[in-house]
């Protein structure tokens, strides 16, 4: 079962990779981001509301060290001015989470298929499925998928603190993966709402935890394949398309700010971000 | 664990029930369905508040098919699955920013900000988000404790409010001292009866994060203290240390109107600091000056703009030749700073404008703090932002609701009167100096001589453990409240806190419900009042027009309106602005830097704040923005100087002032000043619960005594340390394995040049 699996992922990994049509499903909603890293002012509002939201687990100093941190949503600081006496040019900050890749790479090396792709355009983790193998991490180029090493229940929420918990989604247990889901039982009540109202879903009916909270709007999301998304102008305006990688050359103006990380892997990411624009004037 | 509300306990929350009922039932007999019924109920977030119906499969009640009278029923008032929103306000900073609370099966269980609310426009910061880990906190204080003997033992709030009765009206009202953080509302207004009552005139409005400074060189050099910054309408913001996006003055507030400013017409930003904040961090330019030198730069860059003529507002040929004195080679010589940055970002003000110039932090925490903002505010002035960039005051109508902010005079004012021995009874509301002043000031031992100290408290803080009586209080989320925030950024509003749920313990109370408990053995007139709420109900009905903005306050509707929408906006009162130009006699280093001592910079993150965040899980684990180094204390230090005494990440070094020493690890980084050294404030509790005991160092607790000789702020950045290695070390534990991309572009950077040319900048 599992070879055949994976064999029958690959494949349609590569389909997904490849074709025009980018992907196997037919796709009621492909859910994305534009992030705009030159507004981003790197202030941990969004990574602070996905805990909150999502049942996060706080794992202490020392499993901290061991890298077993779960913020599913982490603000990356870097440096670019190595060879000066200070940053002049400030930090660059980059909110990472997992891209949804349309073709993930994490996606077909799962034996058990506990993580795939849902009609909504989005890479689920099935919890009840997972066994625990981290193939999935292993071959993510973002690094954010995090594996449950321990049971943190306890430890994480001492009473009264366990009050807390989002009663929509559950607190994962030892053994196994999670990651960003795009806050999918936002997106389910949203569809549910929309469903029982028998309207479609428009813009602005689900909005994820980050999104919401973050301060300056630097966070865009929204149905890629609705044309008139928010997020969808966005991508236009800034010629970044689904599917295989676009050479900056192709695009009409190469120095326009969209981008994806990672993009010339062909991972087809739901997340585009906007280049950090720094005045070189100055 | 589910709390289902009771109807039996007269607690504030099933007053809330009460008052939907009562607004259930002025709707009866009209046929809504069930999404406008719940719009039109102080239900927030309207679209949002809807998108709560969670699990639809378990809702019984389907949309349109129910009238509202079947609702009525307290039991019925918790629909399991389906979420509520409900409008309240954030207390976890003095920036007051408005809430929206989901609230499922009775508990509360996410805060978002509050959409209507004009100061941060539905948006939060982290420890907005983490509101909820402060309520739920593992570590509250549940019960009465009175010192008996030695230690505090449980008691009943009989006893304990018969004790605190006893002494507020024994004590001869000067020697009775209240210390609090900044205060606002009906909050501020009952302190300020209770202390009338007493006969005291001893309110210690205390805060370590403040921007006293900024403002009383407004009030001086401006004429209005809390001008109006309009970032967004700024080209060019010039920044002495305001680390505007993260603690300075309304950091949602400032975050929603940089993004203006960075939008459409892209403006450049420009900090001077000795060590990088989160907003230097956003910095086009960093410019690390020599600690303590802002003000000489500020004065530099004045002399560049009138002697070239760039100033767009006359200038005096007598304030010329003052300047005159800053020549170029001289504050290169001071600040470190090239003459040929000085001059660009000189030429910066005069091309790029409108100019926007602040002074912060690092910049006012000088024993001439007070010179260095001055300084900077001729920036202002010459410049022509006043008017433009910098506009009038606009500030709430009703003076006994507006915010009495917090400072550090005031705490140096209290220490002072402790070591006069002029208290007998001290209250402390939202205050631990214990923690948070530094040792020199001998705060914990003046305790000592207080007869009797009063700790209103949700958690056992330093502060309360050496208290005589702790009274346990109910958290923001359990409890009622006003709050008009100092800084609106235009607006006059006042937000209302209300309850998002039963109080998860029986024995904690509001702060206003004691207030009004012990008012009233002070006083028949209060006994009306039951408690807080009542009080509040009252208060709000007789609203004066002027400030509803017209509405009538007695009336149902306006409750029920303040109670959706969380926030009552107002005309407020606008101020007017007369520049005054001067030069100031700003200090230099020379008046205290010796070149053996690094400058120690206890500098304020947004997150664990003045370190009353610090029993915040999340907030523990969340990287620090610049360093990424998370759940201890870390000593900031140029590679250079690191270097130099031989230190690599890691090492535990010992950081000497003259008043104190604390250890902790060395981060080895470039975004900080070779003379300084900086170990973030907010660590290095005795007590505070589990998440903060004994998790790193205290750096306000060794800084020296030395406070701005103007306003009496204590200058937070003027105290020198030797540092020495020990022998110890350990791991540095921070987020992500490098600092640098290596060529894998995450995070690319375009010029904003480029930027013109390709999106027009807009
Ligand atoms: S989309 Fe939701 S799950 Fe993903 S990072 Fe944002 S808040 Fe977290
Ligand atoms: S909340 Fe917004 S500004 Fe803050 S780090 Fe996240 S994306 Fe950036
Ligand atoms: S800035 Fe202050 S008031 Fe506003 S969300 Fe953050 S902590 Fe709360």
Known sequence: ?282 | MVQVIAGSVISSLTLTVVENIHRMKMMKGVKVNRRSFLKMLGWGGAGTALAGCDMPTTVTLEEGKEEVVSYLSPEEYVIPGVGVWYASTCTQCDAGCGLHGRVREGRALKLEGNPDSPLNNGKSCMMGQSGVQTHYNPDRVTSPMMRKGNSLQAVSWDEAMAELGKQVSSVSGDRFAFVSGSLSGHQSVLTSELLSKVGSKNHFAYETINTSIWQAVSKDLLGDAMPVIRYDKAGVILSFGADFLATWMSPVHNAGEYAKFRQGERGVLVQVEPKMTLTGGNADLWVPAAPGTEGVLALGIANIIVSRGWNKVDVPASVKTELAQYDLNKVEKITGIQGSKIKRIASLLSERGPALVLAGESTVGQAKGYEAASAVMLLNIIMGSVGTTIEPSVSFPENALAAKQGNTSSLKAFAQGLSDSKYDVVFFYNSNPIYSAPEALGVESGLDKVKFKVALTMFPDETALKADLVLPLNSAIEDWGTHVAAYQGGSATMSLQQPLMEPLYKETKGFGDIMIALLSKLDEGYKQFPDYYAYLRTSVKNMPAELTGGALASDESFWNGLLQKGVLKTTGVTGSLTATLAVAKVGTPTDHLDQTSLTLIPSARLGLWDGRHANIPWLQEAPDQISKVVWDSWAEMHPHTAAEMNLKNGDIVKIESKSGSIETQVAITKAIHRGAISVPMGQGHKEYGRYAKQTGANSLSILDPVFDHKTGELATHATQVKVSKTRKNQILIKMGGSDVQMGRSFVRTVSADQLRRTEGGA
């Open chain 1, 1 to 282: 079962m599992s070879l055949s699996n994976i064999l029958d992922n690959l494949s349609r990994f590569r389909q997904d990779a490849e074709s025009e049509r980018y992907g196997h499903h037919d796709y009621e909603h492909r859910f994305g981001m534009a992030i705009d890293l030159d507004i981003c002012i790197g202030c941990n509002a969004c990574s602070t509301a996905c805990y909150a939201e999502n049942n996060l687990p706080v794992v202490g100093k020392d499993y901290f060290e061991q890298g077993q941190a779960m913020h599913w949503m982490r603000i990356e600081r870097y440096w670019d001015d190595e060879e000066l006496e200070h940053p002049e040019r400030g930090a660059s900050f980059i909110p990472m989470m997992c891209q949804q890749c349309g073709a993930a790479t994490c996606e077909p090396v799962c034996p058990v298929a506990a993580t795939y792709h849902t009609p909504d355009g989005l890479n689920a983790q099935v919890y009840n499925r997972c066994i625990g193998s981290r193939y999935c991490s292993n071959n993510c180029p973002f690094r954010v998928r995090y594996f449950n090493f321990w049971s943190f229940y306890e430890s994480s929420w001492p009473e009264p603190l366990n009050q807390q918990l989002n009663p929509d989604l559950s607190v994962r247990d030892k053994g196994v993966m999670e990651k960003c889901t795009f806050c999918i039982q936002r997106i389910r009540v949203a569809k549910d709402s929309a469903a029982r109202e028998e309207r479609n879903m428009i813009d602005g009916d689900v909005i994820t935890a980050c999104a919401q909270a973050c301060p300056t709007n630097a966070i865009v999301f929204g149905d890629t394949m609705d044309p008139t998304s928010q997020v969808s102008l966005a991508w236009k305006k800034h010629e970044v398309k689904r599917g295989p990688y676009t050479h900056k050359e192709a695009k009409s103006d190469e120095e326009i700010r969209g981008y994806r990380v990672f993009d010339e892997l062909n991972v087809d990411p739901s997340v585009m971000y906007l280049e950090r624009v720094r005045d070189s004037e100055v």
